[in-house]
């Protein structure tokens, strides 16, 4: 299972880069959210897979999964939820100053 | 806290209240306050010369970081106080003559503020012991001599100058650093007391050569030695306060003490000796031949102080071949040369103080410096010609004034070398007394000038008709006291010997007994020696070469303009930043996709190529947990979703997509018993989709991508790399088992957190500074997004700007 999670970050990690790489404005904030998606995948399958029960103290009496990437991953969650949020206003703003949100045309509009 | 930590920290501490007490303070009142605490330094100074002339020495360290050796260690010896008392004496001259030299409408809190700071760093290099120390305080120097010779920073010249110094000096002081840096290594400590005891087993190690020269190039950038003096006349757009304490009787010398307290360490080597010997006399030379040609007096004066500096510099090479010989009754004659250059150090500061304040009120009361314009001024400004006259006669080495009595022990010294026969000075030493005597014949040509061109002849009409007339007595007394001692010293020459020079020379020859010859009695008058026939050659050919002047004059035009130093230093910098700009802007195109591929082809590079060469990669899979047949159902979709986000035409689509991947990643984390994930993946996926589409309302269709068939390939391929590279990494990591995991320890979460969901604890208790942190994050986008929405509104009405 380990090795196939593995493969599948791999193809994550590719789409979202190639997105990043792209011209829209929009295709790179995609870009963004993918790669923090495969990143999310990778630390909770860092931590192993199916190692024990689930980590409530309430359920069973172990052993347990590992914990501590599950509350890593939660802090990442909402963290990337925060960043695509603000990368999406300043998305808007810049097409609303610039009317356009390609890269390739916004470059250099600033005052160097 | 002791008194010599305190006598550097007080400036620091005055230039840091400067500010504060500005406002109360009536501004021609600021500098006689700042007069204060130099003038107080230099009393206590003196009370410490007869404790220093019994052979007394004065250490205290202050533990800073002994971890790594660096200690705020104060030493004071013969050297500091020469040094320290020429620092505080000149300081408080100079700012006596600032107080009537500058006008109230300068900015004047900034000029002795800055003042003070060089003042006080000054006085922290010549009172370190600890190498770091005084490379700090070195530098500090730098960046106040930059800010003073800047502080008419409206003017360009001012600022190229400002920077040209700080480019020399500072690339001269990180040479120094790394020569520090291999004393450092090889013999383990940073305290120069500590190294100049170990000599015998550092110097035979291969770094001592390179340590060597780069703690020279040090003292040569600084000290305005050939080829670094370019930057000194440059310098003299400072205010010529400035100028006179700086840039002739302070700073530049810090380089003669660097040389005169690292001779005990490298004294003994040939290099030492031909280096600061040779770029000495080059420079001796140089000086005195490029000052004749100037016609600002400033800019004679600032070639002048090159020239001096070179003759000291040059005493101090000379000097050293006593430490080579080793202390014995023939070699300590040799110890003159560094007797002597300790003291044209002071008379050098004594007449050139004073001339460069006489400068100063020549140009503050004709407003000229141009020699071509000015002449006989001798009956407007009297009291300046004296000081012109005085300055100028002990300069070209004439008595009754002290530059004589130093001028003849250079000769002598110069003479008394050819007699050795070691480093090979016999086939070539006797080009020493040769150049020395050529370079003092240009000295006598533009002290001549100086005295001449400016104060006889006759009165330029266009300046009588500005009505000048004499300075004000507060600008005379700076440069009357200096003169004062110019004439004393001429005549107590001994006084001065007895308590300021010998324990100076037992600091620079520590392992010399303090015997008589150590400290030469000086005579104005020894009998018919060399020495006195070549300051006789010097006046007679001075005279005929100034009288016919006109005729071999042309010799400078000779050289080619292209080629002079700064025309090269020039160049270098031009052509730096010239270069340095097409770089950057050839990467820093503003194109964000070119960035990113630096980022991703580095981290290609740098991680997969470690990876590869360390041959890290492992797979054991026969270690992995069992795949269930619905597992890889959502493994398909997952990388079918995120194919089909590359080829996306609408956004809608494009948006669906990254749904249906987050809700599959919602129901992966739940099949890996993560069920608070799996809530909050839910959620947060709801609402992120949710923005895109209201985002979408305002935002324009996605276009197709117009990049190229060629881009696209390559960024493909990058992505490809950077995916297999995290793949790759991510299999051979994952059963990396060289440590035990931690997570065991937040298991017992009910008893040490009170809390049955472990997941929960570790969020709310162990690590709840993250989390805390995390919602700072949140707060701090929040805010941002509702800064960015606030701002369209508010320039609704010039968005198009």
């Known amino acids: ?112 | 806290m002791t008194i010599e930590i305190a006598i550097i920290l007080i400036p620091f501490i005055m230039a840091a209240l400067i500010p504060l007490f500005n406002r109360r303070l009536q501004k021609s009142f600021i500098g006689w306050v700042v007069l204060v605490i130099p003038v107080s330094l230099f009393l206590i100074l003196t009370t410490y010369i007869p404790r220093i002339a019994k052979g007394e020495t004065f250490s205290h360290t202050y533990w800073w970081i002994p971890s790594f050796n660096i200690n705020f260690t104060t030493y004071l010896d013969g050297l500091s106080l020469i040094f320290s008392l020429l620092i505080t004496g000149v300081g408080s001259l100079v700012i006596l003559y600032s107080i009537f030299y500058l006008s109230i409408k300068e900015s004047l809190h900034h000029f002795y503020c800055y003042l003070l700071l060089f003042m006080g760093a000054m006085l922290g290099v010549v009172f370190s012991d600890n190498l770091m120390v005084l490379y700090a305080f070195w530098e500090l120097t730098s960046v106040s001599s930059f800010l003073l010779i800047a502080f008419w920073h409206h003017r360009k010249a001012s600022r190229a100058g400002a920077r040209k110094s700080m480019t020399i000096t500072v690339s001269g002081g990180v040479a120094m650093l790394v020569g520090f840096l291999m004393l450092y290594a090889m013999s383990g400590t940073l305290s120069i007391r500590e190294i100049i005891g170990n000599v015998d087993e550092i110097s035979e190690q291969t770094l001592f050569i390179p340590a060597l020269v780069l703690v020279l190039l040090g003292a040569f950038t600084k000290s305005a030695q050939f080829p670094f003096h370019i930057w000194l006349p440059d310098a003299m757009e400072a205010p010529t306060p400035v100028s006179a304490y700086l840039h002739s009787a302070t700073m530049v010398k810090a380089g003669i003490y660097l040389v005169a307290r690292f001779t005990p360490v490298f004294g003994g080597e040939v290099v030492w000796f031909w280096a600061v010997t040779g770029v000495g006399l080059l420079t001796l030379f140089w000086g005195a031949f490029n000052a004749v040609r100037q016609s600002d007096l400033k800019a004679i004066l600032a070639f002048s102080t090159v020239s001096q500096l070179g003759l000291i510099m040059s005493l101090l090479g000379l000097g050293s071949v006593a430490v080579h010989l080793g202390y014995s009754t023939s070699s300590v004659i040799y110890t003159q040369a560094t007797f002597a250059a300790l003291f044209h150090l002071i008379n050098h500061s004594t007449f050139k103080g004073a001339l460069f304040m006489m400068v100063g009120i020549v140009d503050h009361e004709i407003g000229t410096r141009d020699i071509r314009r000015l002449g006989g001024l001798m009956s407007i400004l009297p009291f300046t010609f004296t000081i012109a006259l005085i300055g100028c006669f002990s300069m070209a080495g004439l008595p009754p004034f002290n530059g004589f009595l130093s001028k003849e022990m250079f000769f002598a010294a110069t003479v008394s070398i050819t007699n050795l026969d070691i480093f090979s000075i016999a086939s070539i030493g006797i080009l020493v007394p040769v150049i020395a005597w050529i370079a003092s014949v240009f000295t006598f040509i533009y002290c001549a000038i100086i005295v001449s061109k400016t104060f006889l002849g006759k009165i330029k009409p266009d300046i009588l008709e500005k009505n000048p007339h004499e300075a004000p007595v507060g600008m005379l007394i700076s440069p009357f006291i200096l003169i004062g001692l110019v004439i004393a010293i001429f005549f107590f020459p001994n006084t001065l010997g007895a308590y300021i020079l010998k324990p100076a020379m037992s600091s620079v020859y520590p392992t010399f007994p303090a015997t008589a010859e150590m400290t030469p009695h000086i005579y104005a008058w020894h009998g018919f020696k060399p020495e006195l026939f070549m300051t006789i050659g010097v006046i007679l050919v001075g005279l005929l070469l100034y009288r016919y002047m006109k005729h071999w004059i042309k010799i400078y035009r000779l050289f080619p303009q292209k080629w002079t130093l700064n025309a090269i230093y020039e160049r270098v910098i031009t052509s730096s930043e010239n270069i340095s700009e097409s770089i950057t802007n050839r990467y820093m195109n503003g194109n964000l996709m070119h960035y990113f591929i630096y980022i991703y082809v580095s981290f290609v590079v740098i991680v997969a190529g470690t990876f590869l060469t360390l041959e890290a990669f492992s797979w054991t899979p026969s270690l992995d947990a069992p795949v269930e047949n619905y597992e890889l159902l959502l493994v398909f979709i997952m990388i079918f979703a995120s194919c089909a986000l590359i080829f996306a035409k609408s956004r809608i689509t494009a948006v669906l997509l990254n749904g249906v991947l987050g809700y599959a990643i919602a129901f992966f984390f739940v099949i890996f018993r993560a069920p608070d994930l799996a809530l909050t993946q839910l959620v947060v996926e709801s609402v992120t989709t949710a923005l895109y589409l209201i985002c979408f309302k305002y935002l324009a269709e996605l276009k197709p991508e117009k990049t190229s068939k060629r881009v696209k390939l390559s960024n493909g391929i990058i992505s490809i790399l950077v995916g297999s590279t995290v793949t790759l990494i991510g299999l051979a990591v994952i059963n990396y088992e060289k440590f035990e995991s931690i997570s065991v320890y937040f298991e017992d979460s009910y008893k040490l957190a009170g809390g049955k969901n472990i997941v929960n604890t570790i969020l709310g208790d162990f690590r709840a500074f993250d989390t805390m942190l995390e919602v700072v994050v949140l707060l701090i986008a929040g805010l941002g997004i509702y800064t960015l929405i606030k701002l369209k509104a508010a320039k609704k009405g010039d968005a198009d700007t």
């Not at chain 1, 990043?20 to 870009?31: F, P």
């Open chain 1, 1 to 112: 299972m380990e090795s196939l999670m593995m493969i599948l970050i791999g193809v994550l990690v590719t789409v979202g880069t190639y997105l990043v790489l792209s011209r829209n404005l929009i295709r790179v904030i995609l870009g963004t959210a993918v790669l923090s998606h495969a990143v999310h995948l990778l630390i909770l399958t860092m931590g192993g897979l199916k190692k024990g029960a689930v980590p409530l103290l309430s359920q069973s009496e172990g052993p347990f999964t590992d914990a501590l990437p599950q509350a890593l991953i939660l802090t990442a969650i909402v963290i990337s939820f925060a960043t695509t949020a603000f990368l999406l206003v300043l998305a808007y703003r810049t097409y609303k100053t610039n009317g356009s949100d390609d890269l390739q045309e916004l470059r250099g509009m600033s005052d160097e």
